[in-house]
């Protein structure tokens, strides 16, 4: 039976604790993973480098376009289905990956609060001040709500997880897994068992497999914030390394490949120039229309990823998929 608390148990500074809290950059010691990719053929630049201050700005800016549909669709689904979603798994501790602002969980913990029930919410993200933040907003808002923040990688914070006697229901939103390779997706999964125990939910919302138009319009808004944030990356490296990248000697790429069911964001360089990363004692040569990989992002058939969650260990309980843009949030059940 879940807690049913008449007044809060605590104020709101006391109901938050940090179980990790990581003070390491964590790019500190990616500069050979930068050399390695960009002597590569074709060359790549980890996705990781869009999300710094600028480009989240960016990223968040592209979010709220007309065209971008993954986040306001997957907003609506939790909105409509939160009620079913907890009917399902009971009102269970939350863990999530990636929780940022934890904007959309908000939907979730509020259908606790309708019913004055305690929540215990593990946000796990690498970004510390956000998560601190988030968390102080949550308690403000939610007075039966217990925050564990855990500020490290997805890997890492599983880890961390204290045991606990009972079922949790384990959360990825925002179609993040989509944008791993296979390999990694499959560590993901792998660790997200290891983590869990029989009974145990995970809630993932994914995109999925549709007319190419939309996938389109939304990497390419009409705004340009995507595909500014995605040169960010060159300002990025930059920063962090000593560059010196002219951006104006670059333009974006976005494909949507319907064969592979993936779209794929590359950055093209347009003259042949030379660029030098002072700090990591690599020059790199670029011939004009070289392609550079930057991201890619699998829009799921919703059939072959049951069976990759079923081969992981997770067991399809229930799935809304959104007619007109075509996104999904699975609940599954871990075996």
Known sequence: MPARLQNSEATSDTRIRYLVRSTVDPLAQDGPNVVFNLSGSPKKISPIYVYDKRGTDLFERQCATP???????????????????????GFLPI????????????????EYAERGTRCDYFPIDVDTETLWNSAQELVSAFPFLFVYCL????????????????ARLFMFLGSSLGNMEWQ?????????????????????????????????RAYNDSAGYGPRS???????????????????????RSKYDSRMRRNEVRIESLVDQTVTLTALGITVSFGAAELIDAEVMWKFDP?????????AGFSMVHR??????RYGLFLLRHK
């Not at 660790?191 to 007319?211: Q, T």
């Open 67 to 89: 065209e971008y549909y993954l986040r306001r669709v997957e907003s609506q689904l939790l909105s409509w289905y939160a009620g079913d979603i907890v009917e399902l798994c």
């Open 95 to 110: 863990v999530e990956l990636g929780a940022g602002t934890s904007e959309k969980t908000r939907i979730l913990l509020a």
């Open 151 to 166: 500020g490290t990688t997805y890997h890492k914070g599983l880890r961390a997880l204290p045991p606990y006697p009972g």
């Open 184 to 216: 990694e997706i499959g560590d993901l999964l792998s660790e997200l068992f290891d983590s869990g125990r029989r009974g145990d939910y995970f809630l993932l919302g994914a995109d999925l497999d549709k007319d190419p138009a939309i996938i389109d």
């Open 230 to 252: 995605t040169l960010n990356m060159l300002e990025h490296l930059n920063r962090r390394y000593g560059g010196n990248f002219v951006t104006d000697n670059f333009r974006y």
């Open 303 to 311: 059939e072959e990823l049951g069976s990759v969650l079923d081969r």
């Open 320 to 325: 809304w998929i959104e007619p007109i843009y």
